[in-house]
């Protein structure tokens, strides 16, 4: 059997890759990791071990040209949640362009200089992307749904919080698959009742089922072009008009809030903490526990800012240690290092308070064990690297489901 050929953008240290070839249905052709702010290009040389150096580009994507970029049959992506407002128009036929170093353009560019058009995209993002920006809330989220509309792709998207399924993290991501008009799907989604599709009978609905609700979706509007959208979209709304669930064709989204429905066996944080010794590093000092109890406690102070300006903080306690009969808290990208925080993740043993090891991490985004271990890789930046990833588990069962609905 053909496998499907899959361009990897923003691909990290591998999680999408992961995800994609587990069910030996998709083989990445071609894969790209670029990161702008440091000299030493860590999760590239990750990805390199890993995957092999054949057909992965470490190059700025903005700068590759286009013609370095296979045919494929599906594009996937974790790209950055930055403004996504339109900048000018161009003299040429490229006709709009986004603000230079925005990375949405790039794929936006690699979309539109395809001379064959990419049947299908599967892209991630946090789930702010829905409202932001809090000037003009869910004003990127239109743009990117409009500019995907100029290429001809229906969008269907949702938010999933992997531990509602499951999975041993709390991550909420918001998830979106492109599907073209020369595609079947494409026009499944044109005839179809667009509430059936986003609580039942879409791709997303049959990864990850819905409760039944009795709502009918909000439809949207985004016909303007894309300056014009840029400039108005839901200007003076304090609330974005999108949902956690939705599908956006022919210029009207339509969107309902959704929960989950699952009955499966959930992952907790104990399940997936290593047996055996763990390097003494790992462990915070009995003197460090006030700091660490103090920075995870309630909190209400009067503060005073670097301008002498006075103010009242406050904040609510956080459970410490973590709890270990629940899916843990989300990871972050600070979550490495000796120094007390707040938001890192701290368990009770035996012997004591300690912080989770790089492979504890990797686990509860569902990776390999070991996977970011690499000579010259720091346990902090390993890290910072399962910080920006995310759950292999939750790419694994839209790809499946996917393919199933490619192969009707």
Not at 261 to 271: C, E, F, T, V
Not at 276 to 289: A, H, M, N, R
Not at 355 to 380: A, C, Q, S, W, Y
Request: charged content about 25%.
């Amino acid at each position: 059997m053909e496998k499907f050929k899959v361009i990897e953008l923003f691909a990290g240290v591998g999680g999408f890759r992961l995800g994609l070839e587990k069910n030996g249905k998709f083989e990445v052709v071609w894969s790209n990791q670029w990161e702008p702010s440091t000299k030493t290009q860590h999760a590239s040389m990750v990805y390199e071990a890993r995957f092999g150096e054949q057909n992965h580009s470490n190059q700025d994507i903005a700068e590759v040209p286009i013609e370095d970029v296979p045919k494929a049959d599906l594009l996937v992506g974790g790209f950055p949640c930055q403004d996504y407002s339109v900048a000018t128009t161009l003299q040429n036929s490229k006709g709009l362009i986004g603000k230079k170093g925005v990375l949405w353009w790039s794929i936006h560019r690699i979309l539109s200089d395809q001379q064959k058009p990419v049947p299908y995209l599967f892209l991630e993002n946090v789930d702010r992307l829905l409202k932001s920006p809090s000037s003009q809330r869910g004003r990127d989220f239109a743009i990117m749904l409009k500019s995907l509309d100029d290429l001809g792709y229906a969008v269907e998207w949702r938010v999933i919080n992997a531990a509602e399924y499951g999975m041993p993290q709390r991550r909420r991501r918001v998830f979106f698959l492109g599907y073209h008009k020369s595609t079947q799907v494409y026009k499944q989604i044109n005839t179809c009742d667009k509430k059936e599709w986003v609580q039942s009978n879409g791709t997303m609905a049959k990864a990850f089922p819905l409760k039944n609700s009795m709502k009918r979706p909000m439809e949207v509007p985004i016909e303007d072009d894309l300056v014009s959208l840029s400039d108005n979209f839901n200007k003076g709304k304090k609330l974005s008009p999108f949902q956690n669930s939705g599908v956006f064709i022919n210029g009207k989204a339509y969107t309902m809030k959704t929960e989950a429905d699952y009955h499966g066996d959930y992952m907790s944080l104990g399940k997936i903490l290593q047996n055996g010794d763990i390097p003494e590093v790992f462990y915070i000092p009995e003197e460090d526990y006030p700091k660490w109890e103090y920075l995870k406690g309630a909190k209400k102070e009067t503060r005073t800012a670097k301008n002498g300006y006075t103010y009242n903080y406050s904040e609510g306690g956080m459970i410490f240690p973590d709890a270990l009969d629940n899916a843990s808290r989300t990871i972050i990208t600070g979550e490495g290092g000796k120094s007390p925080s707040r938001f890192k993740h701290v368990v009770q043993t035996k012997k004591g308070l300690r912080r989770l090891t790089p492979v504890e991490l990797e686990r509860l985004n569902m990776f390999p064990d070991n996977h970011t271990k690499l000579e010259g890789i720091t346990d902090t930046k390993r890290a910072f690297f399962m910080g920006n990833a995310l759950v292999v588990g939750v790419v694994e069962k839209i790809a499946e489901t996917l393919y199933r609905k490619i192969k009707i």
